[in-house]
């Protein structure tokens, strides 16, 4: 049975609560909490992802549209309406699930290259709206001014409460995605990604389950978009285009999307990379981009995490 | 046979089935006794497997009606009819080759117990009540189909044979009252067809009803209560294995000949 160990959760749970502190000791990584809090941002939107693309077999080319809604929400409704964040946040979500329901149901029934490009061509959709509502976002300047959070007075307004803010929002989303994947649900989407006819047989409701599995993980990119744009306190366009969905793309195949914790190294080093590592490559950067994902397709098929198990079987075979 | 066992399962009136200009089924009647194994055959292209996928839902038919213990189930979807206690395997295995031997007969399982994303998502006590009685019930088929002791073995690593076993046990998971198989003994050998028709006749003698297509006439004359012959996607016999084998229009749509 696929069991999830629980190990491995938490030694990583106990790395990610003393990272902070570590970081700071050492000068040279001091910055590096403030890019984890963009690494936890972009976990949350690569967990649902790998539900949906590595578990139920779905592609998605437009997830940066669902991270750009939630960010939008909430940013127009707090600075223009004075709302609580938190309660725009929840709107956020559930504008999203309802956007999520009314692309997916018609899309999802397509298939491969079909629903890819039906994402894409939403995700396009999204960001022009995004540059020509003016009057709401802003357009390409951007949208200054978002506030940020607070709970019960207390300001989530220095790197490291908020890092811890969006880590633990992390570690809830791994939780209960891996509590699904272990279930009796997860089962019936990894039956639906081998054989959908074999799936329906048994009972499965295709079309409900992959719906339910792209407005999940639509609703955790909105919640990633949300933290995103009272973080920063501001947001553009530009943060949601289509080249940020192929980056999510490559985020769960370098790391794996077959299995979950792929999602999460997949957002460390590819965020690592654009926001550190690739700086020296400058405009270059995409064909390092190019480069890792043509790489991973041919030489990792299962990605990062599916190292250990190709050098298990190389090493079989050469004994 | 008692009085009981002469009750239908499953009755078809009328079916017809056409592709584009094809009919691939025309005007079929024939019923399935409840507690009998029925078998159909016919040559290649006779209309076998469009007949299966009908009754289990793949799509409705052109014409007729599909009655599941005197209700109709035309026009429902596979898995609503996999609800009501119809189920099957294919004629080409379809296992699910990324789960291992326990996960596919748990999956099985699906139509009877099944948990809400919401509730595996938070791991209430409920869903994991549901988990256990679903290892369960997937561990008690297991043991009967006889593969109990690969339970954590990876599907597609299985012999042909044994493959086709678990997609029986799988379909055996939802405790249905009427399973169809599609070519059970397709590609065995002769130790395993033995174990096949073994394996039906045990689940026949559970008191599930089995519909069955099969090319293999031995174990068709071996195991079945009545045989359907389609040529052309019409009937053209129906009865007891004896009838069926002395038919001359059974015997001329084999061996070919003037019609």
Redesign the interface.
């Given at each position: 049975?696929?069991q999830i160990a629980k190990l491995p959760i938490a030694i990583f749970a106990a790395l990610i609560i003393t990272f902070p502190w570590m970081a700071h000791q050492i000068p040279v990584i001091d910055h590096y909490a403030d890019i984890m809090v963009f690494v936890g941002i972009y976990c949350l939107i690569t967990i649902g992802l790998s539900l949906l693309m590595g578990y139920a077999g779905q592609i998605s080319v437009g997830h940066a549209a669902f991270f750009g809604i939630g960010a939008y929400v909430s940013g127009i409704l707090t600075t223009n309406y004075g709302l609580n964040p938190w309660i725009c946040m929840i709107i956020a979500m559930l504008i999203t699930a309802v956007i999520a329901l009314l692309v997916g149901a018609p899309s999802l029934k397509l298939k491969g290259h079909y629903l890819a490009m039906a994402t894409l061509a939403f995700g396009i959709i999204i960001f022009i709206i995004f540059n020509e509502e003016i009057e709401w976002t802003g357009g390409p300047d951007g949208m200054p001014g978002i506030p940020g959070l607070s709970l019960f007075g207390f300001k989530f307004d220095s790197v490291d409460k908020y890092y811890y803010l969006v880590w633990a929002f992390v570690l809830a989303a791994f939780i209960?995605?891996a509590?699904?994947i272990q279930?009796?649900?997860?089962?019936?989407l990894?039956?639906i990604?081998?054989?959908e006819?074999?799936?329906?047989?048994?009972?499965?409701?295709?079309a409900k389950f992959k719906i339910?599995v792209f407005v999940?993980s639509a609703v955790l990119a909105s919640l990633a978009g949300s933290l995103y744009a009272h973080y920063l306190n501001f947001i553009n366009p530009s943060t949601f285009d289509l080249f940020f969905s192929i980056k999510l793309l490559i985020m769960i195949a370098l790391g794996g999307m077959h299995n979950i914790w792929g999602a999460i190294i997949g957002a460390l080093l590819i965020t690592f990379l654009s926001y550190e590592w690739l700086h020296y490559f400058e405009e270059f950067e995409v064909i390092v981009y190019g480069a890792i994902l043509l790489l991973v397709t041919i030489f990792l098929p299962n990605g990062l995490v599916g190292v250990p198990e190709m050098l298990k079987s190389w090493v079989r075979r050469k004994n | 046979m008692n009085r009981l066992a002469q009750e239908h399962v499953l009755d078809v009136q009328g079916v017809a089935m056409t592709f584009g200009g094809l009919m691939a089924l025309s005007n079929l009647n024939f019923q399935v006794k409840k507690g009998t194994i029925k078998a159909v055959i016919g040559p290649n292209g006779a209309g076998k497997t469009t007949l299966f996928n009908i009754i289990?839902?793949?799509f409705p038919p052109t014409k007729g009606t599909v009655k599941f213990k005197d209700e109709p189930i035309e026009n429902l979807?596979?898995?609503k009819i996999?609800?009501r206690g119809i189920?099957?395997t294919?004629q080409t295995i379809?296992?699910?080759?990324?789960?291992?031997v326990?996960?596919n007969v748990?999956?099985?399982?699906?139509?009877c117990?099944?948990?809400?994303?919401l509730s595996?998502?938070?791991?209430l006590p409920r869903?994991h009540r549901?988990?256990t009685e679903?290892?369960d019930r997937a561990m008690k088929v297991l043991r009967f189909i006889g593969l109990g002791e690969k339970i954590?073995e990876p599907a597609d690593s299985l012999a042909l044979g044994e493959q086709k076993i678990l997609e029986i046990g799988?379909?055996l998971a939802?405790e249905p009252e009427l399973v169809c198989l599609d070519e059970p003994a397709a590609g065995l050998n002769e130790t395993e067809t033995h174990v096949a028709s073994s394996l039906i006749k045990a689940i026949n003698a559970k008191g599930i009803t089995v519909l069955l297509v099969e090319h293999d006439m031995k174990v068709v004359m071996n195991i079945s209560d009545e045989i359907l012959v389609l040529n052309y996607g019409q009937k053209i016999a129906e009865g007891t294995p004896e009838g069926i084998r002395n038919n001359p229009r059974v015997i001329e749509a084999y061996l070919g000949g003037e019609a």
């Amino acid at each position: 049975m696929l069991q999830i160990a629980k190990l491995p959760i938490a030694i990583f749970a106990a790395l990610i609560i003393t990272f902070p502190w570590m970081a700071h000791q050492i000068p040279v990584i001091d910055h590096y909490a403030d890019i984890m809090v963009f690494v936890g941002i972009y976990c949350l939107i690569t967990i649902g992802l790998s539900l949906l693309m590595g578990y139920a077999g779905q592609i998605s080319v437009g997830h940066a549209a669902f991270f750009g809604i939630g960010a939008y929400v909430s940013g127009i409704l707090t600075t223009n309406y004075g709302l609580n964040p938190w309660i725009c946040m929840i709107i956020a979500m559930l504008i999203t699930a309802v956007i999520a329901l009314l692309v997916g149901a018609p899309s999802l029934k397509l298939k491969g290259h079909y629903l890819a490009m039906a994402t894409l061509a939403f995700g396009i959709i999204i960001f022009i709206i995004f540059n020509e509502e003016i009057e709401w976002t802003g357009g390409p300047d951007g949208m200054p001014g978002i506030p940020g959070l607070s709970l019960f007075g207390f300001k989530f307004d220095s790197v490291d409460k908020y890092y811890y803010l969006v880590w633990a929002f992390v570690l809830a989303a791994f939780i209960f995605t891996a509590n699904i994947i272990q279930s009796d649900a997860g089962r019936a989407l990894r039956a639906i990604h081998t054989s959908e006819p074999a799936a329906s047989a048994m009972g499965v409701d295709i079309a409900k389950f992959k719906i339910i599995v792209f407005v999940y993980s639509a609703v955790l990119a909105s919640l990633a978009g949300s933290l995103y744009a009272h973080y920063l306190n501001f947001i553009n366009p530009s943060t949601f285009d289509l080249f940020f969905s192929i980056k999510l793309l490559i985020m769960i195949a370098l790391g794996g999307m077959h299995n979950i914790w792929g999602a999460i190294i997949g957002a460390l080093l590819i965020t690592f990379l654009s926001y550190e590592w690739l700086h020296y490559f400058e405009e270059f950067e995409v064909i390092v981009y190019g480069a890792i994902l043509l790489l991973v397709t041919i030489f990792l098929p299962n990605g990062l995490v599916g190292v250990p198990e190709m050098l298990k079987s190389w090493v079989r075979r050469k004994n | 046979m008692n009085r009981l066992a002469q009750e239908h399962v499953l009755d078809v009136q009328g079916v017809a089935m056409t592709f584009g200009g094809l009919m691939a089924l025309s005007n079929l009647n024939f019923q399935v006794k409840k507690g009998t194994i029925k078998a159909v055959i016919g040559p290649n292209g006779a209309g076998k497997t469009t007949l299966f996928n009908i009754i289990t839902g793949s799509f409705p038919p052109t014409k007729g009606t599909v009655k599941f213990k005197d209700e109709p189930i035309e026009n429902l979807k596979a898995h609503k009819i996999a609800d009501r206690g119809i189920s099957r395997t294919f004629q080409t295995i379809e296992l699910f080759s990324n789960m291992t031997v326990l996960e596919n007969v748990m999956m099985g399982c699906h139509t009877c117990v099944r948990t809400s994303f919401l509730s595996s998502g938070l791991k209430l006590p409920r869903s994991h009540r549901k988990e256990t009685e679903i290892l369960d019930r997937a561990m008690k088929v297991l043991r009967f189909i006889g593969l109990g002791e690969k339970i954590n073995e990876p599907a597609d690593s299985l012999a042909l044979g044994e493959q086709k076993i678990l997609e029986i046990g799988r379909a055996l998971a939802s405790e249905p009252e009427l399973v169809c198989l599609d070519e059970p003994a397709a590609g065995l050998n002769e130790t395993e067809t033995h174990v096949a028709s073994s394996l039906i006749k045990a689940i026949n003698a559970k008191g599930i009803t089995v519909l069955l297509v099969e090319h293999d006439m031995k174990v068709v004359m071996n195991i079945s209560d009545e045989i359907l012959v389609l040529n052309y996607g019409q009937k053209i016999a129906e009865g007891t294995p004896e009838g069926i084998r002395n038919n001359p229009r059974v015997i001329e749509a084999y061996l070919g000949g003037e019609a």
